[in-house]
């Protein structure tokens, strides 16, 4: 049964309407076609008799033309979120369009429009293609027009009703174009068969008849044997080659875990994880730089240590002080000259680390390795590459999430392009449908989602609750900060007595982590604030009070994470000697590790008791069903905070990232399996496109680009300390770059170039600024070229319309001509009559 076709391309429904390939039977019916060909030399009593045999299709098959522009009774039913009084006017605007009975020459422009050319009958269908097979096999042209066709290969118009060709000629085309798909090659047929406008039952059995045929003409031939060798290699290479890339499909980590989660709760959920693995590689790939070019290079050859070193007791795990003190973890473990080859001196020792200024004899600078050189350019090329990957992520995320997702023809693209049809696996084609189904209620909710226009009292009413609802956000914002503040400075004065004791006292070690502690209850009780305050605004959509909470949980991360860089920039590494600190870089670098571990355990925490013990309590205490939803604001700000902590230390801390990956994939197993335990999908579905860009760009700018800053203001600045480290007996860090070249000066007077090319682009810090006003400007481009393909795609899609809407006024305008020319021919009939 055919469907009416409608020209209102922009339809919010107008996906649902589309034909599928079972309705084909009753466009294949169609009258229109033979219309156009026909009438070419037909004469004008023709016409007459074309329209009462269109009449008779009227009421057989239900293909009316004059319902071209119709809406489809199925849309009628179906079609919410609109009034009753606009679909009245949309009726009342159509039915001086639909009222009025076809000319016979409206009649012929309509069915030689391209949307009517497909409707012949299955004998001038089969006769068409076998003479397209025989051109393609000639000479590879494209399709023929219908006009190349002979008068035999087209249905007569006389003998509608019954079949156009007999059953013996139309057996003998079908014949005839089986041998003809048989001969060509599999794409040149599989396309062939594709563009046959036949049901799918009909195609599966001419590409039946030909393979069997193919079979049978393969088994009668002998094949020679270098010609059957050749036969296997190519399979058997073909074969090894789709086994090795299932192979690599398999390897995607999180694969079938993320299609869960994904079919279950939607992309808000499935943004979370994706994010997660995001940072997973960032992570991944810190730790392979710092691990070949710095902690393998030391782990190979250890520096002399004191002695008098800590034993281990269980409670570095936490503080990160005692035994990993004096380990590669920590900065203070690294040499500032490390030997590649050993070196026996008189007292036995080997591979003899050395400062800068010592000297000896069975010392070749051919064999050594500068740690300080390498440290240096180590963190320095680390954020750099990191910062271009973020650059070019965010790039193409705003692309991806602006271009596409901002299309109005997505929701046709879910519909008819998502199903993967290599999928045979029952558990896999029960997960793909439940993410194709996810996704569809997401679009259909953005599909229905309307604006709500109140009045000006309740606007007033709307507005003063949020500005309270952001008072006291920000108000417990800046009481949280000051906390943090103050209390960092009196923990900060306590700990000039006991840092510097060489007793491992528990005690001292516990009071390390009182700020950490602090923090990360901050930061696990304020968010419940601010959903609170989101509860009392009443978003009507659920993608706005996500991105709201996202800002004010950004608020609270950016001012906590300030405070924490003040103290540990400003007050530490500032005057190291009013702790007595022998090290500030370790004891920065300690505080940082005992941050990223609260923030773990906390995370821990709120998963047990505010996902867990929840759905407990509600099931059992409450007898309710309902369970939480998943936070994914908060989450993913609490990822954004640990990933800052991991950029900020990776200078004090080198395997800072290795804890940092083991963090995230823990965190990963244990959200998932709290998901899909404890967590239920959104009551209201919705679709947050442009989510993932929003994470990338917080992840930059924010995240890296403070971090950035705090690093760079260390190396460039500060003062390192002078008993630890690969910089101590320097000025500032980046005084190993500079030694360096004015030793290779010296050594080479040609590499002077080199020296004035350091000073200029490494030392000055105009080149870092300049660097990043490249980035900057290059993203600016990329978001305004991606804003113009975004408007010709909305123009375009308004051309299309106009378009549709050119339709109906050049066929409302040929019926209006025709019967302006057909009432004075009545009239003399009726006179003649009359006489």
């Known amino acids: ?69 119709s809406p489809g009774h199925g849309f009628k039913g179906n079609r919410q979120g609109q009034s009753e ?8 605007q159509t039915d001086a369009f639909l009222g009025e009975r076809w000319s016979s020459a409206t009649l012929k422009v309509l069915s030689s429009m391209p949307s009517r050319t497909i409707g012949r009958s299955r004998g001038a269908i089969i006769s068409q293609y076998y003479n397209r097979t025989m051109q393609l096999r000639r000479r590879r042209q494209s399709r023929p027009s219908i006009r190349d066709f002979s008068r035999s290969s087209r249905p007569s118009i006389r003998g509608y009703g019954v079949e156009t060709d007999s059953a013996d000629s139309e057996v003998s085309k079908r014949e005839r174009l089986v041998n003809n798909l048989q001969n060509l090659s599999v794409g040149d047929r599989i396309r062939m068969l594709r563009a046959m406008p036949l049901s799918v039952a009909e195609k599966s059995e001419l590409r039946r008849l030909a393979l069997q045929k193919e079979r049978r003409s393969l088994s009668g031939n002998k094949i020679p044997c270098c010609s059957q060798l050749k036969y296997y290699i190519i399979i058997a290479a073909r074969q090894s080659w789709y086994s090795w890339l299932s192979f690599l499909h398999s390897l995607q980590l999180w694969q079938v875990a993320l299609k869960r989660v994904s079919g279950r709760f939607g992309t808000g959920v499935l943004s979370y994880f994706l994010f997660l693995k995001t940072l997973l590689f960032f992570n991944f790939f810190l730790f392979l730089v710092t691990g070949a070019f710095l902690v393998l290079p030391q782990a190979v050859h250890p520096p002399v240590l004191p002695e008098g070193r800590r034993p281990f007791s269980g409670l570095e795990l936490l503080s990160g002080t005692g035994y990993f003190s004096d380990t590669v973890m920590f900065y203070g473990y690294y040499s500032n000259y490390t030997l590649h080859k050993s070196c026996k001196d008189n007292f036995g020792l080997q591979n003899v680390s050395v400062s800068n ?29 990191t910062c271009i990957i973020l650059v070019y992520s965010m790039s193409k995320s705003f692309g991806q999430s602006f271009r596409i997702d901002k299309s109005h023809s997505i929701l046709a693209m879910k519909v008819f392009c998502s199903w993967d049809f290599k999928v045979i696996k029952k558990s896999s084609v029960k997960l793909m449908s439940e993410n194709i189904s996810t996704q569809l209620k997401e679009l259909l909710a953005d599909v229905k989602q309307m ?26 914002t800046t009481a949280c900060v000051l906390g943090i503040y103050y209390f960092s400075d009196y923990m900060h004065q306590n700990l000039q007595q006991s840092y510097n004791s060489t007793v491992s006292d528990p005690l001292h070690e516990a009071s390390l982590l009182a700020v950490p502690v602090l923090v990360s209850l901050i930061n696990l009780l304020l968010p419940g604030l601010f959903n609170l305050a989101a509860w009392m605004e009443d978003y009507e959509s659920p993608s706005v009070r996500t991105y709201v909470a996202i800002g004010r949980n950004l608020m609270l991360k950016v001012s906590v994470l300030g405070v924490l860089c003040y103290h ?4 530490v590494a500032a005057d190291p000697k009013i702790i007595k600190l022998t090290c500030w870089e370790s004891f920065v670098g300690q505080e940082l590790y005992r941050f990223l571990l609260m923030d773990f355990i906390f995370t821990l925490l709120d998963t047990l008791f505010g996902e867990l013990l929840w759905r407990l309590f509600s099931e059992k205490v409450l007898k309710r069903r309902r369970k939480p939803v998943f936070d994914i604001a908060r989450n993913v700000l609490e990822l954004i905070y640990g990933q800052t902590l991991a950029w900020l230390g990776v200078l004090f801390t080198p395997l800072l990232p290795a804890v940092q990956i083991l963090k995230l994939f823990l965190l990963f197993y244990i959200k998932k399996s709290s998901v899909m335990m404890n967590c239920q999908a959104p009551r209201r579905p919705y679709r947050v496109s442009q989510m993932t860009t929003i994470f990338i760009t917080l992840l930059c700018f924010p995240s890296f680009l403070g971090a950035s800053v705090c690093v760079t203001y260390t190396m460039w600045s500060i003062t390192p300390s002078s008993s630890c480290g690969p910089f101590r007996g320097l000025k500032t860090m980046i005084q190993a770059g500079k030694r360096w070249v004015e030793q290779l000066e010296k050594d080479n007077p040609n590499l002077s170039l080199l020296a004035r090319a350091h000073s200029y682009l490494v030392e000055n810090p105009f080149f870092l600024f300049v660097g990043a006003g490249i980035f900057l400007i290059v993203i600016y481009f990329h978001s305004q070229v991606v804003d113009g393909q975004r408007k010709i795609i909305g123009l375009l899609q308004e051309q299309i319309e106009n378009e549709g809407e050119d339709k109906k006024f050049l066929i409302t305008r040929l019926q209006s001509i025709h019967e302006q020319k057909r009432t004075p021919a009545r009239r003399l009939t009726s006179q003649d009559s009359n006489c």
């Open 357 to 385: 200024e010592t000297r000896l004899d069975c010392l070749s600078k051919r064999h050594s390795y500068n740690m300080p050189l390498a440290y240096f350019f180590t963190i320095g090329s680390a954020f750099f590459i």
């Open 568 to 571: 540990w920039l400003g007050r």
């Open 1 to 69: 049964m055919a469907h009416n076709v409608n020209f209102d391309l922009m339809h919010p429904l107008v996906e649902a309407g589309l034909e599928s390939p079972l309705d084909e039977e009753g466009v294949h019916n169609s009258f229109s076609q033979l219309i156009a060909e026909q009438s070419q030399n037909e004469e004008l009593s023709d016409a007459f008799e074309l329209q009462e045999l269109q009449r008779a299709l009227d009421e057989e098959v239900g293909d009316n033309v004059p319902n071209l522009s």
């Open 451 to 476: 604006d709500v226009k109140n009045s000006v009292c309740q606007q007033l009413w709307t507005l003063m609750v949020h500005l309270l609802a952001w008072t006291i956000c920000i108000a417990s």
């Open 85 to 92: 009084v606009e679909w009245e006017d949309d009726e009342r």
